[in-house]
């Protein structure tokens, strides 16, 4: 599937709805490696071909879905690689201790994504036993993997001492546990420990996990106990200490204060005797999902994290630099991934509204019920037609909450061309449900022309699976 004479996207953009379908790109006149992913609407590989198509990949979308089906999500491999060496350089250029990005991998887990980030020498955040187990069948190595959760299970617990991984804890009773379970062990267990920071930003409040108010991580006056506890624990090794903010934030300040704030913990830690080398900022870049958003580039975050970072370890008098952990998630791989779904019935309701409906919805995309997220969408079958049209784009599902984008400005549609989503790569599988007994869509990676399935699509029969019909009620 190789594209002929693809057309590069404009750079400049967004202006009125009666242009061209290219619209929806971003205002940058860089070269492709120097464009931040998370500020692009769509993949950084997207192309318009001779067939006026959108191409992800090298691949046409169209042609696409014709050989997979419908919905798909098409993850564009150039964009994630990217958007990995980008926290990769910027933190080699902006810090100059020892650092390291692991991705959150709840964003989106699968065999595939891990593979791809760790061979760009990234780790993983995981936060349930599967989640560890798809990191290390992909070939995640133990020693960057971490492993979070407010409720991990004991089995949970077991199976990452067993594979090594560094555990960030969380709460009481998993300290407790963990230094039962580890008594036997010939080493000490690595571990981090997550306290609440108290700094607040602006997202949506389901999103926010830095403000005291919070179920995760320990209560900063916590801290003296739980440090105490620790020093006097010698099967478990305090290596780090880890605070997540929120997600979706453009705001820099409050990771400018962060470093501050734990940098403060780190020298307490090390008053109790604690080996505290690792400072885990957690994750929280947002991207681009409509023209509206603007979020800073992988770089300029790095940057405000490694140069504040600097700041508060010098303000502090420490002598050297503890190593920089971050956990991006959605800013890794939530712009490289489009959905494409098949346009089916429509309904006029005069002088109100339009509606489209398309073949997926809250089950592939629970955000916008969930979170009002709002999205951007375009005519994959004809790029260039004008966006004329502005219509609700509803899913199939029997809830009338399950609106993709409301006010869509797209062009006319017919059923069956081929409406694609952007920004669709974090979030949305990792979160999809069988709700309507919906069978979830696959998912393709595409590069250089070719399209290889990494989650094969569902079935009723998979998901009849694990219905059981108890004897006595068998006709
Ligand atoms: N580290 C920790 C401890 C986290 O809890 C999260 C996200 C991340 C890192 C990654 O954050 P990111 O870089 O992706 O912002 N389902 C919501 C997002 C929930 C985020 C949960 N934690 C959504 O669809 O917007």
């Keep these: 599937m190789v594209a002929t004479s693809p057309t590069a996207f404009p750079t400049e953009t967004y202006n009125s709805p009666d242009t061209s379908g290219l619209r929806y790109v971003i205002t940058s006149d860089r070269p492709l490696s120097e464009r931040s992913p998370n500020q692009e609407l769509l993949p950084i590989s997207a192309r318009v071909n001779e067939a006026d198509?959108?191409?992800?990949?090298?691949?046409?979308?169209?042609?696409?879905v014709q050989r997979f089906g419908s919905p798909l999500y098409i993850l564009d491999e150039q964009g994630l690689r990217s958007a990995c060496r980008h926290y990769r350089e910027a933190l080699a250029q902006h810090y100059p201790g020892e650092a390291l990005a692991v991705f959150a991998s709840k964003a989106w887990s699968c065999q595939a994504v891990a593979a791809i980030v760790a061979s760009e020498g990234l780790g993983?955040?995981?936060?349930?036993?599967?989640?560890?187990?798809?990191?290390?069948i992909a070939g995640v190595s133990p020693d960057r993997i971490v492993f979070h959760g407010n409720n991990k299970s004991r089995v949970e617990l077991e199976q990452a001492i067993a594979a090594g991984v560094t555990v960030i804890v969380d709460n009481w009773l998993e300290l407790e546990t963990l230094a039962s379970l580890t008594v036997d062990l010939p080493e000490p267990l690595p571990v981090m420990v997550r306290f609440t920071p108290g700094i607040e930003c602006h997202t949506h409040e389901?999103?926010?996990?830095?403000?005291?108010?919070?179920?995760?991580?320990?209560?900063p006056?916590?801290?003296?106990?739980?440090?105490?506890?620790?020093?006097?624990?010698?099967?478990l090794t305090c290596t780090g200490l880890h605070a997540h903010i929120g997600s979706q934030i453009f705001e820099t300040q409050?990771?400018?204060?962060?470093?501050?704030v734990m940098v403060g913990w780190l020298k307490l830690a090390r008053e109790y005797g604690l080996p505290v080398n690792t400072l885990n900022v957690g994750g929280g870049l947002g991207i681009r999902y409509t023209e509206h958003d603007d979020?800073?580039?992988?770089?300029a975050w790095v940057k405000t994290v490694a140069t504040s970072m600097q700041a508060a370890c010098q303000a502090a008098g420490l002598d050297e630099l503890p190593r920089l952990m971050c956990e991006p998630g959605r800013s890794l791989i939530g712009s490289s991934c489009i959905t494409a779904y098949t346009v089916g019935s429509q309904k006029d309701i005069p002088g109100m509204r339009h509606y489209i409906t398309v073949d997926g919805g809250m089950s592939d995309n629970p955000r916008p019920i969930t979170y009002q997220s709002v999205y951007r969408a375009a005519i994959a079958n004809k790029m260039s037609a004008p966006a004329t049209e502005t219509v609700t784009i509803a899913g199939k599902h029997c809830e009338s909450g399950d609106v993709v984008i409301k006010d869509a400005q797209i062009a006319s549609t017919q059923p069956g061309d081929i409406l694609i989503v952007m920004a669709t790569g974090a979030y949305n599988y990792s979160m999809?449900?069988?709700?309507?007994?919906?069978?979830?869509?696959?998912a393709i990676l595409v590069s250089d022309g070719e399209a290889n399935v990494i989650i094969a699509r569902e079935t009723n029969e998979d998901l009849m699976r694990f219905d059981r019909l108890p004897t006595r009620l068998q006709a």
């Design 221 to 235: 006056d916590r801290m003296g106990a739980v440090f105490e506890f620790l020093s006097k624990t010698p099967s």
């Design 295 to 299: 979020p800073p580039s992988i770089d």
């Design 206 to 219: 389901y999103i926010q996990t830095g403000h005291i108010d919070s179920k995760f991580g320990f209560d």
């Design 254 to 260: 409050p990771h400018v204060d962060l470093p501050q």
């Design 124 to 136: 993983t955040d995981v936060v349930s036993g599967c989640e560890l187990q798809t990191s290390l």
């Design 432 to 442: 999809a449900s069988n709700y309507n007994r919906i069978a979830r869509p696959a």
């Design 53 to 64: 198509h959108l191409e992800v990949g090298g691949c046409d979308v169209v042609e696409l």
